[in-house]
């Protein structure tokens, strides 16, 4: 009977609480996260099939929740709305209401994207000042440039980056703040990646990663690790190339 017991709490021990995360990213991240336009209620990408392939031998399933704004996914992940951020860049502000798993998924490097036309000379962040830039609200690029960019750069925030380009093109800022990967994919699906360039230095490189909402029901420390063991395996296997390659045909693929 003793050892049937204990069949039996190691057994409900295995289960994980919760069968299903609800899970969200930003919608302007292509080809890591972008909104399905079948369904466009859902996000689809790179990330998520990564997230997807981890979560699966543990018997817990996504749901890729499309809701809005970069800036409203980070707010709904800081009341508990949202279990998990699939690609978060680590800042003091987000660490507060958000537990990241270690190790990042991958790294990336923000670009200062300008028009061919308006092309400066730009070696480090201080060569930004003076200057109107544009990113996505509330985007961060690591803690060290948020920082000296809130006390030393203009940078107006808009809810997607097509926005930004826009504005680069009509003269009304100067320069893009967008990571590398991201713009080379949407300028070449906009039909704007002979407009654009990207500044050769870059002013981060940034570790990406999975975050669980500190507010989410589903985050327990025991499932944190077993989600953390099965990402180390992934992501030194090198799978998230391959997935990449993959969601980056597809997104190209779509009508613009």
């Not at 609800?22 to 790179?46: I, K, M």
């Not at 009509?170 to 039909?191: M, N, S």
Request: hydrophobic content about 40%.
């Amino acid at each position: 009977m003793l050892l049937a017991l204990m069949v039996f709490c190691n057994a409900l021990a295995a289960e994980p609480a919760c069968k299903t995360l609800t899970v969200s990213g930003n919608p302007e991240y292509p080809p890591l996260l972008w909104e399905d336009p079948r369904t466009p209620e859902y996000l689809t990408g790179a990330a998520t099939a990564l997230l997807r392939e981890i979560l699966e031998p543990l018997g817990v399933n996504l749901e890729v929740q499309s809701l809005g704004s970069w800036a409203r996914v980070q707010r709904l992940a800081r009341v508990g709305e949202l279990d998990m951020i699939a690609g978060a860049f680590i800042n003091s502000e987000r660490i507060q209401y958000m537990d990241y798993l270690l190790p990042p998924f991958t790294y990336l490097s923000t670009a200062v994207w300008v028009p061919k036309e308006g092309v400066f000379d730009y070696r480090h962040w201080p060569d930004l000042k003076g200057k109107q830039g544009s990113t996505l609200i509330n985007n961060s690029f690591g803690q060290s440039f948020d920082r000296y960019a809130e006390r030393n750069l203009q940078i107006v925030g808009v809810r997607t980056i097509e926005q930004s380009f826009e504005m680069a093109l009509a003269g009304r800022v100067d320069y893009v703040l967008y990571e590398r990967l991201q713009g080379q994919v949407k300028l070449q699906r906009l039909g704007l990646a002979d407009e654009f360039v990207s500044l050769e230095v870059p002013i981060s490189n940034e570790g990406l990663f999975f975050t669980f909402s500190k507010n989410s029901q589903c985050n327990t420390f025991e499932l944190r690790e077993r989600i953390a063991d099965n990402l180390y395996k992934l992501v030194n296997s090198g799978r998230l190339a391959e997935i990449v390659s993959e969601y980056t045909a597809r997104y190209m693929s779509l009508k613009p």
